[in-house]
C-alpha cells in the first residue's frame, strides 16, 4: 500500500561484502580493530538506485562512481579491485527488491593488518529527508572551513579531493545547520570564497551561464552529479564555467542549487537568512539535465 507520500512502505536494505557476496543486512561486516572504525581511514562513494525501463535495477553514472573511487583508493594508497566490485555492485543491485529509488553506499576500508580491506555494498531507501528537501527546496547557511581557498595545493597528505571515510566535520556542520534552523551549509575559505556544501557540490546560475567552484588547491570533491550536469548542459545551449566567488557574488546568481546523486539538484530558497526568488522552470530543467 503506497506511503502518504506516495512511496511504497520502505523496503529491506540490502548489504554486499566483498569477497563474500549477498549476506543478512543486520550481518556483522567490520571487526573492532577496523581502520573505517578506529581511524575513518578508507573511502567511500554514495549512489543513486533506479529500476530501469527494462525492470533492471542499475546505479546511476556506476563508471563516474568507480573513477572517483579508483582514485580515492590510489590516494589512500588501498588496493581496489574494480571488477570485483562492479561484479558484487550487480549482485546487491539484483537483490534489492523495490520499485522505489534507493541510495547505495560503496565502503572500502584499509581494514585490519591481518584481514587486509574490507569492503560493503549497503543499498537503503531513499529517506524521507531527502524526498521533503527536493520538494521544499533548502534554508542554508554559511559555515567557515578555516582554510584559505589554496590550502591543498601541493599536499597531497590533505587528501584534498578524495572521498574519505572522514566525515565527521560534515555532519557537525549539518547539526549546526540545523540548530540554526536551517538544512544545509555552504562553506567558505578562511580568504571568504565560496567552496562546496558538506555533501554536495555547488552550482549557480547566471542567464545562460552555469558555475561551480574549482577542486584541485581548494581541496573541493569533484561531483559526478555536477560533472554530468555539465556535460549535458553544454550540449543543452549552456555556458558552464568554475569560478570562486564570494558570499555576495553568490547571493547575485539566478538560482543556487546544492548537488549530489542522492538527493540530486535542490534549489537554496534561502541564503544567510536571507529568501531567494524560485525558478520552477529554470529548477525543472536542470533536475531533467541531472536526470531527476
Ligand atoms: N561534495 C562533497 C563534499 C560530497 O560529499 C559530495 C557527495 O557526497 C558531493 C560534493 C557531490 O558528489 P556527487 O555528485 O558525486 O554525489
Not at 45 to 62: I, M, Q, S, T, Y
Request: proline fraction near 5%; hydrophobic fraction near 45%; glycine fraction near 10%.
Amino acid at each position: 500500500m503506497p506511503t502518504t507520500d506516495g512511496s511504497s512502505p520502505a523496503a529491506a536494505s540490502v548489504l554486499a561484502v566483498l569477497g563474500v557476496g549477498v549476506v543478512a543486512a543486520d550481518s556483522p561486516v567490520l571487526r573492532a580493530d577496523d581502520a573505517a572504525a578506529t581511524r575513518g581511514d578508507g573511502c567511500f562513494e554514495g549512489c543513486r538506485l533506479r529500476r530501469g525501463p527494462d525492470g533492471a535495477n542499475a546505479v546511476d553514472k556506476l563508471d563516474a562512481h568507480l573513477a572517483r573511487m579508483t582514485r580515492s583508493a590510489d590516494a589512500l594508497a588501498i588496493p581496489f579491485d574494480e571488477r570485483a566490485w562492479r561484479r558484487l555492485i550487480a549482485e546487491a543491485a539484483a537483490a534489492w527488491n523495490s520499485p522505489d529509488e534507493a541510495a547505495v553506499k560503496l565502503l572500502l576500508s584499509r581494514g585490519t593488518p591481518t584481514s587486509g580491506p574490507t569492503g560493503f555494498v549497503l543499498i537503503t531507501p531513499l529517506s524521507a529527508e531527502s524526498r521533503r528537501l527536493r520538494a521544499t527546496g533548502l534554508k542554508v547557511i554559511t559555515l567557515a572551513r578555516g582554510l584559505e581557498s589554496g590550502a591543498f595545493a601541493d599536499a597531497p597528505w590533505l587528501l584534498g579531493g578524495v572521498k574519505t571515510l572522514s566525515y565527521a566535520v560534515n555532519m557537525a556542520a549539518f547539526r549546526e545547520a540545523e540548530r540554526r534552523g536551517a538544512d544545509d551549509v555552504v562553506f567558505l575559505s578562511s580568504d571568504g570564497l565560496v567552496l562546496e556544501a558538506p555533501t554536495a557540490s555547488v552550482v549557480w546560475s547566471v542567464g545562460r551561464t552555469l558555475f561551480t567552484t574549482p577542486t584541485g588547491a581548494t581541496g573541493i570533491l569533484g561531483g559526478t552529479t555536477q560533472q554530468l550536469l555539465f556535460e549535458r548542459a553544454a550540449t543543452a545551449g549552456w555556458t558552464t564555467a568554475e569560478r570562486l566567488v564570494t558570499l555576495d557574488e553568490l547571493q547575485a546568481a539566478d538560482v543556487i542549487w546544492l548537488v549530489s546523486s542522492v538527493r540530486g539538484p535542490v534549489d537554496v530558497v534561502e541564503l544567510d537568512g536571507k529568501p531567494r526568488t524560485r525558478h520552477p522552470d529554470l529548477d525543472s530543467e536542470i533536475r531533467r539535465l541531472c536526470g531527476f
